[in-house]
């Protein structure tokens, strides 16, 4: 990732560790919450991947296919109604930014 050193790719690559970080930290409550086949299933399908990147480029699909770490996310974020939008909130602009980005032109995957 460090090869990469411009701050714009830093933050698309960074932005993408972080992202495959914590959806595989959500294998083990998904496990807890939801069963441990779908707690595997995320494990795997993030995890391997994370492994194997040398930057972390393109990893926002992998964590698309792990679908439960959403379910688990939302039963997390239920109880807490600010918290909640808040995240709907960073969601929201993160959705606007990356739109703008496409319609420019720019390498957003």
Avoid: E, N
Wanted: with cysteine; hydrophobic share 55%.
């Amino acid at each position: 990732m460090l090869d990469h050193w411009r701050p714009g790719a830093t933050f698309k690559l960074g932005s993408q560790a972080l992202v495959s970080i914590a959806a595989f930290c959500l294998a083990w409550p998904t496990a807890k919450r939801i069963g441990w086949g779908y707690g595997l299933y995320l494990a795997a399908v993030v995890g391997m991947p994370l492994l194997a990147s040398k930057d972390f480029q393109g990893l926002g699909r992998y964590v698309m296919a792990g679908f439960p770490a959403f379910l688990t996310l939302a039963a997390l974020l239920g109880p807490h109604p600010r918290l909640s939008r808040a995240w709907l909130a960073v969601s929201a602009l993160a959705l606007a930014g990356l739109a703008v980005a496409f319609g420019a032109d720019q390498y957003i995957a």
